[in-house]
């Protein structure tokens, strides 16, 4: 592996920690474009890539952290967490049966409805704190 790859990918996993221990994202919102764009991946192997980092106990720290100041709903994370399998396994299969194009398509429409509403709820937020 090139340096330049290895400080890339570096730059991607720091930013991508502090984002998900910051604001709770990581994964798909940052590493997934960061993989195509920046290292040149097809989408479908930035995503498998993504999903191998969330196998590995990479959020433990920040879980901990939250947990210690009593942060964590611990039975709906145990719900979405056991369904989240399920829901991995299906949403691959379908990812892999279709076209990388749509994929894209449906993966940068999805960032882009929550970005707007996670914009309009914090302009509505500092409009409401005046």
Known sequence: MA?????VLVSIGLVAGLLS????????????PALVYAVGMSQYEAQ???????????????V?????????????????ALTFV???YIGSKLA?????SLVKLVF?????????RM???GVNGLSNES
């Open 119 to 121: 914009i309009m709820s």
């Open 86 to 88: 399920a829901g991995g």
């Open 48 to 62: 498998g890539t993504s999903l191998f980092v969330l196998l590995l106990p990479v959020g433990i720290l920040a």
């Open 3 to 7: 340096t330049q790859t290895l400080l």
């Open 21 to 32: 221990g910051f604001v709770g994202v990581g994964g798909g919102v940052i590493i997934v």
């Open 64 to 80: 901990n952290n939250y947990w210690k100041s009593g942060n964590i709903n611990w039975q709906f994370g145990l719900v979405i």
């Open 96 to 100: 892999l049966k279709l076209s990388p």
């Open 108 to 116: 940068g429409a999805i960032m882009a409805y929550v970005s707007f």
